[in-house]
C-alpha cells in the first residue's frame, strides 16, 4: 500500500501563489508518476498537472499551463504543485495522487492511491 500526505492548501488573493505537497510512503516502488488533480462543488474531478517518477516528464491541463509547475524531490518522495497567478476558478479541493500506469497519467483512471485532499480557495 501507498500512503500520500498533503499539505499547502489555504485561502489566497488573486494573483497570489500556494506550493501544495504531497509526501508519499509504503510501496513507493509501485508508483510511476505523481499527479495533481482538483475538484470545485458541483463538478467532476479533473487532472491539473503530472510528472513520470523516473523520466521526469510532466503534463499539464491547458487551463493551468503556465501558472502552475510540477516538481519532486526524490530524496523525500514528495512532489510539489507550485501554483502561480490564482485564480478564483482555481478555488477547489486539491488531490495528490499515485499513478500505476503513464499511459493514463492525465485520467483519474491511471491512479490507484489518493491523497486526502487540501482545499485552495482564491478570493477576487
Known amino acids: 500500500q501507498v500512503q500520500l500526505i498533503e499539505s499547502g492548501g489555504g485561502l489566497v488573493q488573486a494573483g497570489g501563489s500556494l506550493r501544495l505537497s504531497c509526501t508519499a510512503s509504503g510501496r513507493t516502488s509501485s508508483i510511476v508518476a505523481m499527479g495533481w488533480f482538483r475538484q470545485a462543488p458541483g463538478k467532476e474531478r479533473e487532472f491539473v498537472a503530472t510528472?513520470?517518477?523516473?523520466?521526469?516528464?510532466?503534463y499539464y491541463a491547458d487551463s493551468v499551463k503556465g501558472r502552475f509547475t510540477v516538481s519532486r524531490d526524490n530524496a523525500k518522495n514528495t512532489v510539489y504543485l507550485q501554483m502561480n497567478s490564482l485564480k478564483p476558478e482555481d478555488t477547489a479541493v486539491y488531490y495528490c495522487?499515485?499513478?500505476?500506469?503513464?499511459?493514463?497519467?492525465?485520467?483519474?483512471?491511471?491512479?490507484?492511491?489518493w491523497g486526502q485532499g487540501t482545499q485552495v480557495t482564491v478570493s477576487s
Open positions: 510528472m513520470n517518477w523516473s523520466i521526469s516528464t510532466t
Open positions: 495522487a499515485g499513478s500505476i500506469n503513464w499511459l493514463l497519467a492525465r485520467s483519474p483512471y491511471g491512479y490507484g492511491y
